[in-house]
């Protein structure tokens, strides 16, 4: 059974930081591409940042210089840091495993930017 654990959210002030974690289970961890989307009220789910098998990295342009993914496969976790947060970062941010057509996705966990 494949699992996608995110951790790490919560209410955080404009300018600050947080750390999400994304933690998998089931599955051969070091061979997927792992991907952090986020969903804002009233809007569609889009793609923050992801990471390869090979630890290649990309990032959407709104997030570029502020968030770093980086992944431990010994742990089986990937990662998202956000620095200066915004209150547009305000969103449910989610985990996705991709390994050609198998796709696999957390619960999501809450992040609000406001003061």
């Known amino acids: 059974q494949v699992q996608l654990v995110e951790s790490g959210g919560g209410l955080v002030q404009p300018g600050g930081s947080l750390r999400l974690s994304c933690a998998a289970s089931?599955?051969?961890?070091?061979?997927?591409?792992i991907a952090w989307h986020r969903q804002a009220p009233g809007k569609q789910r889009e793609l923050v940042a992801r990471?390869?098998?090979?630890?290649?990295?990309d990032y959407t342009d709104s997030v570029k210089g502020r968030f770093t993914i980086s992944r431990t496969n010994a742990k089986n976790t990937v990662y998202l840091q956000m620095n200066s947060l915004k209150p547009e970062d305000t969103a449910v941010y989610y985990c996705?495993?991709?390994?050609?057509?198998?796709?696999?996705w957390g619960q999501g966990t809450q992040v609000t930017v406001s003061s």
């Open positions: 996705n495993a991709v390994l050609g057509t198998a796709k696999y």
């Open positions: 089931g599955i051969i961890f070091s061979i997927y591409n």
């Open positions: 990471i390869t098998d090979g630890f290649r990295t």
